[in-house]
């Protein structure tokens, strides 16, 4: 090999590891909270793994998830989000297959008035609770979900407004996951007393991935290989735990009714057969890096 291409190649590699990666996420309309917090972090510790060099940064306008979505595809402001899979988005944009909540956003606990909580003791059986109209974002893919296992959802916006409709009786539960229903109980100010349903839940395969423009091929290999590394090393797992134990113990699992449902638009590529990517009921004890 000449002297020539020696010093081309050593200039490449020092170029490309000294090369800064500008990551740009979609700033949430939303109050701020776990499930926006846990995926930054996540992603900067998978970054980290890498040993590349790298700006983190949120987009400078508010985006609520669909607009966050189209600018993806589009390529315009951002080029990381995270959301749900389904069969749509996996076409419209590349996914990360690695659940980032370990398929947690799939257990839902149900958000309920106080004078619904007498009603909701007399629910024996799934086809008592399907009776009942959930509330559920208009364009979440969890809508479809609900939709396909016989509910009559109401669907509006946001959040917030979601909320704001439970309290005023225009829907029966909001099922929300286990790492949002708490923070967003405690953040409510509907004048309704809004509570969480003690001894019921629905539960359905679900994954949120991270998802990258379909042109954006490097940076997809780039979070993967971060986030496999992680997952290796333990670290992915300890994340898991220190952010999301203390939630998974607050909803008394082992006490609970889980009516299982199922996700027709769960893609056939999801991996459903890497055990130590989906949380099972329990939290495991995270190997020591």
Known sequence: MNKTLVVFI?????NAQSASWQITFPRSIETPST??????????????QTGVNYQLKPSDNSLSKSKALDRLQDNREIN?????TNVQ???????????????????????????????FTYIQQFEHLVKLSPLQGRDWPDTKILQSNGFDVITERTQTSLIKMLGRA????????IIEIWDELENTDVENNIQVQPSLGIR???????????KSVPLANLIKKGLEKAIENGTYEALFVEHYKTYI?????????????????????????????????????????
Do not use: C, H
Request: charged residues 25%.
């Open 80 to 84: 990381v989000v995270w959301g749900m």
């Open 10 to 14: 050593l200039l490449f590699s020092v």
């Open 204 to 214: 359905y395969p679900a994954a949120i991935y991270f998802f990258v423009n379909q």
């Open 249 to 289: 113990d607050k909803t008394q699992i082992e006490s609970r009714t889980f009516y299982p449902l199922e996700n027709a638009f769960l893609p056939e590529e999801t991996p459903l057969d890497r055990k130590e990517l989906w949380f099972d009921g329990k939290v495991n004890a995270p190997v020591e890096p």
């Open 35 to 48: 499930i926006d917090e846990y995926p930054i972090q996540l992603l900067a510790l998978a970054l980290d």
């Open 170 to 177: 225009q829907g029966d539960f909001f099922p929300r996951s």
């Open 89 to 119: 988005r996996e076409k419209d944009l590349l996914p990360i297959r690695i659940p980032i909540f370990k398929g947690l956003i799939g257990w839902r606990l149900l958000l309920i008035r106080e004078d619904m909580a007498e009603r």
